[in-house]
């Protein structure tokens, strides 16, 4: 029989450690929250640059079910220069946040029953350095791009593991949406590439999902216009015109009667959420000036009433109206706020930045001060952004042969990141259908299909 002290040592080796995470970053309350919270967060800042001081922020929390096995998951945002925080007031974080009760009033946080901390350690990452919380003394460093993010990003992980050691075995996962497209498989490649040479700690990564990937320009784009189609957004009249006018190609070099055509279907989806057609648009006027500002259309056809003034000339680029279409073109990328003066087109950002503008707000989630890092932006001008990796299906395909997990998942009404283009990316990889189309439910009800 073995020793009682035989069995103790086997059993602490056995039994998943207690979380040990830096208590300096233990989230102990949140203005707008009462309550306790169903498990502990931790947030603050992981320095990727001595020299700068490049700091990049994230928000952790834990998993509610077994943070001791469930998955590490860490959550992108977009853009470039989209703040996480977005996934975590508006989509899978641990709360609902309900408008305050005067205007500039904090808002009220409520507990989300679908947060995604249900079933994994969530951590919410701002990337690059000028983006959401995460900053940099030296400016120079906000001059930056798709390659030197991923590098970052990696240094942010492996740092990252080490305060929290009781992490490193869980299995490990890399999510986002939109621009993500591109930040995920460019980080990816930097983790993978780093266990290959062995370094420490070694990362447990196990995959990723990217919704609505930002992924090439010729599928992504090339689909808006029988995406509109296909959703009633345009007549089959105006989709037979154009698409012969363009012989089956909606972006990139068209000649000049196809850019026309292309236009007018622009036109006709300017006041939609382009995000998600279904839900409201947030907008002002000049907005629409601006997205068409390049545009070939003749004042003519423009709706009485709509506009009268003159639209400033500017030189015209196709697909113009949608920021990611410049995104995904190799070379510098404009960020919306530096073109519009404001954040995303339809997009509503108060209740986020009235609740992170806050200094007791920020206090609470260990993050600096607006005096030294300035105000909190869900999408930011500060960066100053190169795209410089290209297509990313070479690195699907590099990845997804390596046997990597790969979760690719598309809202069905993003006119943004249509699907129709994903679906044709995903299937010139070259992969065989193990499995037949079908719906998936929500209880009992229809929720998608895959």
Known sequence: MASPFLLLVVAALLWPPAVAAPEEHLVTGLPGFHGAFPSKHYSGYVTVDESSERSLFYYLVLSVRDPATDPVVIWLNGGPGCSSFDGFVYGNGPFNFKPGSSPGSLPKLQL???????????????????????????????ITGDLKTAADAHKFLLKWFELYPEFQLNPFYISGESYAGVYIPTITDEVVKGIERGVKPRINFKGYLIGNPATDVDYDFNSFVPFAHGMGLISTDMYEDVKASCRGTFFGTVDNLCQEKIDRVRWELKDLNKYNILAPC????????????????????????????????????????????????????????????????????????????DEDVRAAIHAKPKSLIGSWELYTARIDFTHDTGTMLIYHKKLTGLGYRVLIYSGDHDLCIPYPGTEAWVKSIGYQVVDRWRPWYFGDQVAGNY
């Open 112 to 142: 989300n029953p679908y947060s995604w901390s249900k079933v994994s350690n969530i951590m919410y990452l701002d990337s690059p350095a000028g983006v959401g919380m995460s900053y940099s003394l030296n400016k120079s460093d906000y």
């Open 282 to 357: 947030y907008h002002h006027p000049e907005i629409q000036e601006l997205e068409f500002s390049n545009s070939s259309l003749p004042q003519s056809f423009r709706r009485l009433g709509e506009t009268d003034r003159p639209l400033p000339v500017r030189k015209r680029m196709a697909g113009r109206s949608w920021p990611l279409r410049l995104a995904l073109k190799d070379g510098h990328v404009p960020m919306w706020p530096g073109l519009a003066g404001r954040s995303l087109p339809c997009t509503s950002d108060e209740v986020a930045t009235t609740w992170l503008d």
